[in-house]
Structures are given as C-alpha cells and as structure tokens.
C-alpha cells in the first residue's frame, strides 16, 4: 500500500508508476500534483478518490480531460435486453 495523501506533493505522477505490478492501493489525495493521471498498468485498479483535491490532474480516472486531449465519450445508454417469453403447451 502507498498512502502518500495530504504531503504537499508537487508535480506530475511518475509514468514509471504504472510497471509496479504489486501496487495494490494508492491514495495520491489532498496533495498539489498536476498533469495526466495514467490509465494503465496497476493504475486502472485506482478510482478518482485516490487523486482527489489535487491541484491540476486531469484523465479519465478524474472525469477532466487533459488539455489538447478530446473530449471523453459518454458511456453508451443501457438498453434492457428484450423481454423473455416463456409459452407452456
């Protein structure tokens, strides 16, 4: 677990953040970093609380997109599966 939440620390995540395969847990909250946020290797595991109230992240694990990046694609509406009908003899 790295739990380096409320440190002050600034600048961007390390990319080479991402090859540590036994990163299970880690809370980067309450610090001043800015820049992308990476969205593969141990870092899909992660939600937007472990980067909350951060100076300038961005990312889609942040729900902001990067500057110069484009937009994020809404998720595709649900659509049910049509109704099942069972006709007993």
């Known amino acids: ?4 939440n409320n440190n ?3 600048g961007q995540i390390p990319m080479s953040l991402t090859n540590v395969s036994a ?3 880690l809370d980067l909250s309450n610090n ?3 820049g992308p ?8 595991l992660f939600t ?13 694990v942040t729900g902001q997109p990067c500057p110069g ?3 994020f694609s809404p998720p595709p509406p649900f659509v049910p599966p049509p109704p099942v009908s069972l006709i007993c003899h």
Do not use: E, K, M, Y
């Open 37 to 44: 946020v990476p969205d593969h290797g141990s870092f899909s």
């Open 23 to 25: 990163l299970q847990v």
């Open 8 to 10: 002050s620390l600034t």
């Open 32 to 34: 001043r970093l800015i």
């Open 48 to 60: 937007p609380i472990s980067f909350a109230n951060n100076l300038d992240l961005c990312g889609p």
């Open 69 to 71: 990046s484009p937009p």
């Open 1 to 4: 677990d790295s739990r380096l």
